[in-house]
């Protein structure tokens, strides 16, 4: 029996700059709490380019950006303005609701270069769905570092491996990026009920199944399992505890109730949510009258 479920992205190209979506999936809907799974890039921006994701709404989340290669400036409606670089977190809640917008900063965007991340969404606990927006920033420096023979990770939220990251988190859960160099191997236990694998590059052997490139695994049993590199490999492990409830998702909103939606739905269209300050634009609901240009 294949020891996990293999999903496939959705890849989309957003004028050169691709973006792979593993979830939500029709495989699999979510991983623990984690909800939305986005992989950027890698892209190549030459002087004048970047990207620019325009003021857009959020409910009943938090969004986690980690990057790999680049820079982004977040702005949002709480009064926010946080350079992300590599190795850095940036922990969104989104609660009842907030705005954000996420841009090349000026001088990449003069000088040109290159961007890989990942942005992820995590769902928050129905206790928790309309709380007080809030965002934080973890530089890379103040985030456990486990290291075994030819594997070092990088714990950016949630507890694994008898380590637990400064990240504050609404759910029982983990996230880590893994770098491994070929034929080196550790055994990822079963301290939560699901688990994800997602190698963004090199392939991965889980229990002797072959995990390719850009493709995620979620493991199908509650059991310890050995991965093991077969070249050099950078890898994401995800999950935690099942989620209390179904989550609805339209758009950039995620709810346990379909009326919570609808409710943001209107808020966006009215000018119910505030402003982000030093930004003009926003993204307007789908349709309502041009489709969005945001990769979430």
């Given at each position: 029996?294949?020891?996990?479920?293999?999903?496939?992205?959705?890849?989309?190209?957003?004028?050169?700059?691709?973006?792979?979506?593993?979830?939500?999936?029709?495989?699999?809907?979510?991983?623990?709490?984690?909800?939305?799974?986005?992989?950027?890039g890698p892209a190549e921006f030459g002087p004048g380019q970047g990207i620019d994701v325009r003021p857009h709404p959020h409910i009943g989340l938090a969004t986690v950006t980690y990057l790999f290669e680049g820079a982004i400036e977040h702005r949002d409606s709480l009064g926010s303005l946080q350079r992300i670089?590599?190795?850095?977190?940036?922990?969104?809640t989104a609660g009842r609701g907030i705005v954000h917008s996420e841009r090349t900063p000026a001088d990449l965007r003069a000088?040109?270069?290159?961007?890989?991340?990942?942005?992820?969404?995590?769902?928050?606990?129905?206790?928790?769905?309309h709380c007080d927006p809030a965002f934080v920033h973890h530089p890379a420096a103040t985030l456990p570092v486990i290291e075994m023979p030819g594997v070092s990770m990088r714990?950016?939220?949630?507890?694994?491996?008898?380590?637990?990251?400064?990240?504050?988190?609404?759910?029982?859960?983990?996230?880590?990026?893994?770098?491994?160099e070929a034929g080196a191997s550790f055994v990822l236990p079963d301290a939560y009920a699901e688990r994800g694998i997602y190698p963004l590059s090199g392939d991965?052997?889980?229990?002797?199944?072959?995990?390719?490139?850009?493709?995620?695994?979620?493991?199908?049993?509650?059991?310890?399992?050995?991965?093991?590199?077969?070249?050099?490999a950078r890898l994401m492990l995800l999950g935690g505890?099942?989620?209390d409830g179904e989550r609805f998702l339209w758009w950039n909103f995620v709810a346990s109730d379909r009326a919570f939606i609808e409710e943001a739905k209107e808020r966006w269209r009215n000018g119910g949510f505030d402003t982000v300050p030093g930004e003009t634009e926003f993204i307007p609901l789908p349709g309502e009258p041009k489709p969005p240009e945001s990769f979430s």
């Open positions: 029996m294949q020891p996990f479920i293999a999903i496939a992205p959705h890849e989309r190209d957003l004028g050169g700059f691709s973006v792979r979506r593993l979830l939500p999936s029709a495989a699999r809907r979510m991983v623990g709490p984690f909800v939305f799974f986005d992989h950027m670089t590599a190795g850095d977190v940036n922990w969104m000088s040109g270069g290159r961007m890989q991340g990942l942005q992820t969404w995590v769902a928050l606990p129905r206790d928790q769905e714990l950016i939220a949630g507890s694994a491996f008898g380590q637990t990251s400064p990240v504050q988190c609404a759910s029982s859960m983990f996230y880590i990026a893994v770098e491994m991965v052997s889980i229990n002797e199944g072959v995990l390719p490139a850009g493709q995620m695994a979620v493991l199908n049993q509650a059991e310890p399992v050995t991965l093991q590199a077969l070249s050099p505890e099942p989620m």
